[in-house]
Every structure is written in structure tokens, then in C-alpha cells.
């Protein structure tokens, strides 16, 4: 399984679990996904842990209702510029991975670029089964 994959996972089952802190294996793209997340106020702060040379994150989450994968790492989905669909996308915050690296949905329809679908975080619950 992809690192990025395994430790947004970790930080929404620990968030679902009741748990505000969540310790996450290092990668860079997953400090990017970290940093959009904590730009989009989903996150409070994070932090990076050194231990015996081995690298962690430390997230302390703020909220995150709802978080829908949509390209796993078996299964890549990609959008082009003119399928973004703006009903959806103005609950929520999507990430877009670009040739110009990782994005939201907002700043690909700016750019007007397309690419990889990661995923998508709703602000509440909106009935998620007729969006997907």
C-alpha cells in the first residue's frame, strides 16, 4: 500500500475514533497532502518527529466529516479539465494530482489543468452516495 494511502487513513480512522493526535509514517507527498489539508483549515498543526534516524508525523486533526478515496493505488482515475464538475466540488475540498504537483480542485479550474483524483473531503454530510 502507498505510504500517502495507509497514513490518511490512519488520521481518519483516529479522528472517527475520537482522537485528536495521530502519529504518520514520512513521506514527501504526504507532507504535502498535509500541508494542503492544514491550509484548508482541516488541520490544527503538524509536526515532525525524528526518532533513531526514522522519520514521523505528528497531526493533530481539527475535523474532517467526510473523506472519499477515489484513485487507490491499484486504480488511478483521471479527470480531465472540462469534467470538473462544480455542484460537487463547491461542498468540498478535492486533490488533484498535476504535472505541476499537488492541487485542489479550485486552483486546477483556475489553471484549467486536469489530472490524478486522490480524494475528496466534505465540510458536512451532504448524501455522499449521489455524488460517487
Known amino acids: 500500500m502507498k505510504v500517502y494511502f495507509d497514513n490518511i487513513n ?7 475514533s ?5 502519529l504518520c509514517n514520512y513521506s514527501n507527498f504526504t507532507m504535502l497532502l ?3 489539508f492544514h491550509e484548508n483549515n482541516f488541520l490544527e498543526n503538524y509536526y515532525l518527529l525524528i526518532i533513531n534516524n526514522k ?3 505528528i497531526v493533530l486533526v481539527k475535523n474532517i466529516f467526510y473523506l472519499k478515496f477515489f484513485s487507490k493505488p491499484s486504480n488511478k482515475i483521471f479527470i480531465k479539465y472540462k469534467n470538473i464538475n462544480n455542484f460537487l466540488f463547491n461542498a468540498s475540498i478535492g486533490i488533484i494530482n498535476t504535472n505541476f504537483g499537488l492541487m485542489t480542485i479550485k486552483e486546477c479550474k483556475k489553471i ?9 473531503i466534505l ?3 451532504l448524501g455522499i452516495k449521489y455524488y460517487c
Request: hydrophobic share 45%; aromatic share 16%; proline share 0%.
Open 10 to 16: 490512519r488520521i481518519f480512522n483516529s479522528y472517527n
Open 18 to 22: 475520537g482522537k485528536k493526535i495521530s
Open 112 to 120: 484549467g489543468i486536469g489530472g490524478i483524483l486522490l480524494l475528496i
Open 55 to 57: 522519520k514521523y508525523i
Open 34 to 36: 498535509l500541508n494542503i
Open 123 to 125: 465540510f458536512g454530510y
